[in-house]
Nanobody, 123 residues
């Protein structure tokens, strides 16, 4: 089992920055590919970005590429999402997720999920 707890969400103005975190406990964090997803009101949950379990490889949705950065600190069992140049359309609940090894962007391939943290971007 892997337990995930997100934190750091909040209200930010358009053009601003915010970093959210995901603390993991349980199994060996470094063995898990970690991802961020988000869900806006009335919309389906969508992939934001992920980071490979075995190295620094990261992948992003086109909508956030160049603005968001996914990183991890295996010593702290923590995943991060640095969000810059935020837009009102980035408003959503952000979820972190984990899957044992293997890189994938599909929501159904992730076994463990956090409870989410709200990010609101005002115009």
């Amino acid at each position: 089992q892997v337990q995930l707890v997100e934190s750091g969400g909040g209200l930010v103005q358009a053009g601003g920055s915010l970093r959210i975190s995901c603390a993991a406990s349980g199994r060996t964090f470094s063995s898990y590919t970690m991802a961020w997803f988000r869900q806006a009101p009335g919309k389906e949950r969508e992939f934001v970005g992920n980071i490979n379990w075995s190295g620094p490889g990261t992948y992003y949705a086109d909508s956030v590429k160049g603005r968001f950065t996914v990183s991890r600190d295996n010593a702290k069992n923590t995943l991060y999402l640095q969000m810059n140049s935020l837009k009102p359309e980035d408003t959503a609940v952000y979820y972190c997720a984990a899957r044992y090894r293997g890189l994938d962007y599909r929501m159904g391939s992730y076994d463990y999920w956090g409870q989410g943290t709200q990010v609101t971007v005002s115009s």
